[in-house]
């Protein structure tokens, strides 16, 4: 059964407690890094580019920087449960923590290949709007996609609390915390999330391979037009999305089904729960890349992040000056105290 619980050695519970202070370490570094980041990019977005509200792709980064946003609030909870044995702690995180890393895993993976999709299509035509690039459009799919990752969450979540077991000690992993019901809903909502990544992926690597072969053609006919250094910039972007894209949620894939599925041999179930943690904290950390994507797909945050550097630079230069002057001072009273004595 999947909820049996395998006997912990000794050496087993040391390796699950330094596994679990590592992650904790770095969940807190992913949090405070990605709330600085992601909150420079929430106060640009909401505060200062209501000009560019019209863009359908800003829609798309606005949506990934929600979910983004979203989780990083929400790992705090994912902190104090490496940390804590408590078995509300552990419900909770099971719960509602599970179900806020599910939505902004899937919600990054699919604003992300809309914002890879929205690039190719203005590549592959760059002087019309297709129906898919249209403001209505944007809205629509992203309501869509909002809808259709809440409901599986709330539905797992309704679940869970519904079909509580009464337990005798507190787990390490939340499977033992499922009933039956939760884990084949779980199984189901897995396979099809596995289903999307893979659609994603495919899209992606597609994207990315077009761009490359229409870069490659304007090479061959020597081309130096602007025409050909926006393909350039396309490859360039398209490279970044695909690059964060493998990074943060490949490994947790192949891990992924494995472990909901293989939970038959203790030996191989400790082995896919240090997998799965790791890959998870792998996964958790596109909240500090994500930026990237924003960055290099936006002239304006651009601007902003120059901006940003060439207000920082004066007051660093003018400190040394500061500092310069007044090491100069301290020199010249000591000469002139010299000089008395």
């Known amino acids: 059964s999947i909820r049996t619980q395998c006997p912990q050695p000794p050496s087993e519970c040391c390796r699950k407690l330094v596994l679990r202070f590592l ?12 709330l600085s980041l992601n909150g420079f990019i929430m106060k640009f977005y909401f ?43 552990r419900k909770l995180y099971c719960s509602f923590g599970a179900s806020v890393l599910f939505l902004n895993m899937y919600a990054s993976i699919l604003f992300m290949g809309y914002i ?8 592959v035509h760059p002087s019309r709007t297709h129906i898919l690039q249209t403001l209505r459009a ?19 979540n309704i679940l869970f609390f519904l079909n509580q077991k009464p337990l005798t000690s507190v787990p390490w992993r939340c499977f033992p915390l499922y009933s039956e019901s939760v884990c084949l809903v779980q199984k189901i909502i897995h ?23 229409r870069v490659f053609l ?7 037009s602007s025409g050909s250094e926006k393909l350039l910039k396309s ?28 939970q038959t041999s ?15 904290m792998v996964s958790v950390f596109n909240v500090c890349l994500d930026p990237l994507v924003y960055f290099f797909l936006c002239k304006t945050v651009r601007a902003r992040v120059s901006m940003k550097m060439a207000s920082i630079r004066p007051n660093i230069h003018h400190r040394d000056k500061q500092m310069e002057n007044r090491k100069k001072q301290l020199e010249s009273l000591k000469t002139k105290s010299e000089t008395n004595q």
């Open 235 to 262: 490859r360039r972007n398209m490279l970044v999305l695909v690059s964060i894209f493998c990074v943060c949620f490949a490994p947790y894939h192949l891990i992924r089904l494995p472990y909901i599925f293989l």
């Open 218 to 224: 304007a090479q061959q006919k020597q081309l130096t």
């Open 138 to 156: 944007a809205h629509i799919i992203s309501v869509v996609t909002w809808i259709c990752l809440l409901a599986p969450a709330l539905t797992s």
């Open 23 to 34: 992650v904790h370490v770095l969940n807190c570094v992913s949090h405070q890094v990605g």
């Open 266 to 280: 203790c030996s191989v179930r400790q082995v896919l729960y240090y997998l799965k943690e790791v890959a998870t």
């Open 47 to 89: 505060c200062g580019a209501r000009q560019q509200a019209s863009s359908n792709l800003m829609i798309y980064m606005k949506n990934l920087t929600a979910a983004d946003f979203l989780l990083c609030l929400s790992l705090p909870l994912r902190i104090t449960h490496y940390g804590s044995i408590s078995v509300n702690v």
């Open 116 to 123: 890879a999709a929205n690039r190719y299509l203005k590549i």
């Open 191 to 213: 396979s099809f999330s596995a289903i999307i990544f893979l659609l994603v992926l495919i899209s992606l690597v597609f994207f990315y391979y077009s761009t490359s072969h």
